[in-house]
């Protein structure tokens, strides 16, 4: 009877198997240097863009009230106005604040596969100005063109100060230089997109200022209608451009729709999105339905958990300095694939091995 031979090649292959699933899968490299530097220069200009939203605002005589505002970044509104739409959580408000969010959203967009002079669709509510800003200093230091639409009612701590509304921001990031973005479209937004839930003279104001500012005024309340016609603005907007990604920033009626399953949708790079039936059908499912990549803004307490980020900090942390600088933005799914192609080929060499050393 022949001794059985000692398996020590399969015992090697085994546990390069091991290592390599734990190298590529398991844990994964920081950013590159040139991602990683970019991160820090769309969180630096968040920053910037924040200390001069801060200097509108108190020019405007509306002084930030700490005991809200405690790191007295002036992108906190105020509890309730005429264009207040709904309920918000103020700690949620505060923590968008975080110049690291415009970070995230560069490696967010790395991840998704967004190149530089890409578009980058966005659907934006005002009840988050500051993932707003955010967005589009990621998208200035990416090289890529944010196509917006944005609404403007806001929820509660949002961007609801009917003298320093998102419109306001927008002129005031315009004029010192900082983010210069022309709206593809605007909508009053709030309940049906057309601000039900807003007092009417809220609904007014909003009106008449859309009307005045020359971008197209979206006044659809049906959602199916409004979805199309916001669908084809972006793409009129984009041109020969690829859409990279599909930003949706808050809850905007429009952007999320009626279908309950649409609270199950992950915050930050969605994996997996459902697609229900047209009449219920929101932009942001409308997008997945073809094949964009979905970035969802919502859901601020697990969008924390999910990428390492504080829960309403006090300070707000230094650019650079964060766990999330030590994501993998770019190559992810790549790695992934090159993981499972290695480990196939592993385990046909574990196969292999057996044939000849256990027969």
């Not at 240097?33 to 005589?61: F, N, Q």
């Not at 509104?77 to 959203?105: C, H, W």
């Not at 084809?232 to 990279?244: D, F, M, P």
Request: hydrophobic residues 45%; charged residues 20%; glycine residues 10%.
């Amino acid at each position: 009877m022949r001794p059985r031979r000692p398996a020590f090649p399969a015992v090697y292959a085994a546990a390069a198997l091991s290592l390599a699933y734990l190298l590529l899968v398991g844990v994964p490299p920081a950013p590159g240097p040139e991602v990683r530097s970019a991160m820090i220069d769309a969180a630096r200009l968040m920053e910037r863009a924040a200390a001069a939203l801060k200097d509108c605002r108190d020019s405007r005589g509306l002084p930030v009230d700490p005991a809200v505002d405690p790191n007295r970044t002036g992108l906190i509104g105020v509890e309730r106005s005429d264009i207040t739409t709904s309920a918000g959580r103020l700690e949620a408000k505060r923590t968008t604040t975080n110049p690291d969010l415009a970070a995230l959203v560069i490696a967010l967009l790395h991840e998704a596969g967004v190149r530089r002079g890409d578009a980058v669709a966005v659907g934006a509510s005002s009840s988050f100005p500051a993932l707003i800003v955010a967005t589009l200093a990621a998208a200035n230091v990416m090289g890529v063109e944010p196509l917006v639409i944005s609404s403007l009612g806001a929820s509660e701590w949002g961007g609801n100060i009917p003298g320093f509304s998102w419109l306001d921001m927008e002129d005031c990031l315009r004029t010192r230089g900082l983010i210069d973005v022309r709206p593809v479209a605007r909508a009053i937004g709030g309940d049906g997109d057309i601000g039900r839930d807003m007092s009417p003279e809220g609904r007014a104001r909003l009106a008449a200022r859309i009307r005045a500012g020359g971008a197209p005024f979206l006044e659809e309340p049906d959602l199916e209608r409004n979805v199309a016609r916001r669908m084809a603005l972006y793409r009129a907007a984009a041109g020969s451009r690829r859409i990279g990604a599909f930003i949706n920033i808050g809850g905007s009626w429009a952007n999320l729709g009626t279908d309950a399953e649409v609270l199950k949708v992950e915050p930050g790079l969605v994996r997996r999105v459902g697609v229900p039936p047209p009449a219920r059908r929101g932009v942001l499912q409308a997008m997945a339905a073809e094949g964009i990549p979905v970035i969802h803004l919502l859901n601020v307490k697990g969008l924390c958990k999910r990428y390492g980020l504080p829960w309403d900090p006090r300070p707000l942390p230094t650019p650079g300095e964060g766990p999330v600088y030590g994501r993998v933005p770019a190559g992810s799914r790549r790695n992934a694939a090159l993981a499972a192609l290695y480990i196939a080929g592993m385990v046909l060499i574990l196969a292999l091995f057996r044939r000849r050393f256990f027969r």
